[in-house]
């Protein structure tokens, strides 16, 4: 699978910031242009893996739309 990220300065924190906006903007940063890549891997394949079985349920739910 190939991403696309964006790598910034931030100035104000004196890291990179890493975001993913291909993937509801999942984020990370580091000290060095590398170490925000590392993080924001890390990031996506955390939000990428499975849930476990335990945590998914098979009671009856119920779905309602919010105007906001």
Request: one cysteine or more; proline letters at 6%; glycine letters at 2%.
């Amino acid at each position: 699978m190939i991403i696309r990220a964006i790598l910034e300065w931030d100035e104000e924190a004196q890291s990179y910031a890493a975001t993913c906006p291909e993937l509801n903007f999942v984020a990370s940063c580091g000290d060095t242009q590398e170490e925000a890549i590392a993080n924001l891997q890390d990031a996506i394949l955390l939000m990428l893996e499975p849930l476990p079985d335990h945590l998914l349920t098979t009671k009856p739910s119920k779905i309602v739309e919010l105007v906001i």
